[in-house]
């Protein structure tokens, strides 16, 4: 795991990530209300999984919450939300099984997923935000834990309006900003330094990798994206030389080659 940041990390506003959280959900929630069989048969790009099990993973994901809370409190704080990304490489094959259980004991997924809901909403009601939870990243605050499960959400919606054409799940924006920023803040943090800008408008903008620093004016090594495209290069769903060749990333100067240190989240 990269060491810690010096840099004071970013804030998130509690109350709109929370917001932002519950919309994301309830948006997955009425889409897969509609899905046919053959709909949730369909194969994703996460492997064997199907549609089905990416349904149960994404509940999976929020029941995250409720399982951090169920386990005594830490005595501190000891990362910080930038470094969850790290923390998620080495653990998919139990992911997997997690997921494949869930999905086989849950054949009503829209019931599953508005209990899901139901009780989140009933715990983030009850705890307060700086209640320290012991997380596979490290122990952090339920407020900064909420803002891994925005990126968890927006990601995987992205995953399903992929696996099933015209789906269309909306992302809600202030998801959509959180997890730009975080996995962002997290490329900064994994590659310090101040040589490359990274550009992901309107969300977000890092410095990051080794190498003299600009100080005024147009930085020498630029990176320009846009946010979907940035979450897929971030979490290996669009690698880099892919994403140059079809003009999706624009990227100028020598340090500008980020290709080795992506993705970011495992």
């Known amino acids: 795991m990269p060491t810690t940041s010096r840099k004071r990390p970013r804030s998130y506003d509690p109350a709109r990530t929370r917001a932002a959280v519950l919309a994301q959900s ?21 492997g064997d999984w199907t549609v089905r099990d990416l349904v149960a993973h994404i509940g999976m994901a929020l029941t995250a919450v409720h399982r951090a809370l169920d386990r005594p409190a830490p005595p501190e704080r000891t990362v910080q939300v930038t470094e ?42 009850t705890h307060p935000g700086g209640r320290l939870l012991q997380t596979n990243a490290g122990a952090l605050p339920l407020d900064d834990y909420v803002v891994t499960r925005a990126v968890e959400l927006v990601v995987h919606t992205d995953d399903l309006n992929t696996a099933v054409p015209g789906l269309g799940v909306p992302l809600d924006r202030q998801a959509l900003a959180t997890a730009t920023r975080l996995l962002a803040d997290a490329l900064a943090l994994k590659a310090p330094g101040g040589a490359t800008e990274v550009r992901v408008p309107p969300y977000a903008v890092v410095q990051c990798v080794e190498g003299p620093r600009h100080t005024r004016g147009t930085p020498p090594n630029v990176v320009e994206t846009d946010p979907l495209t940035w979450l897929r290069l971030a979490t290996g769903r669009l690698t880099w030389a892919d994403a140059v060749k079809d003009a999706k990333v624009s990227a100028s100067g020598e ?9 970011i989240l495992g």
């Open 84 to 125: 969850w990304p790290f923390a998620t490489a080495g653990k998919s094959a139990a992911i997997a099984d997690f997921t494949r259980r869930l999905a086989a004991d849950h054949p009503d997924l829209d019931a599953y997923l508005a209990g899901v809901d139901e009780s989140l909403r009933a715990l983030l009601d």
């Open 26 to 46: 309830g948006h997955v929630r009425e889409a897969v209300r509609g899905l046919t069989p053959e709909q949730l048969a369909r194969p994703t790009r996460l």
């Open 255 to 263: 340090r500008a080659d980020l290709g080795g240190l992506l993705p």
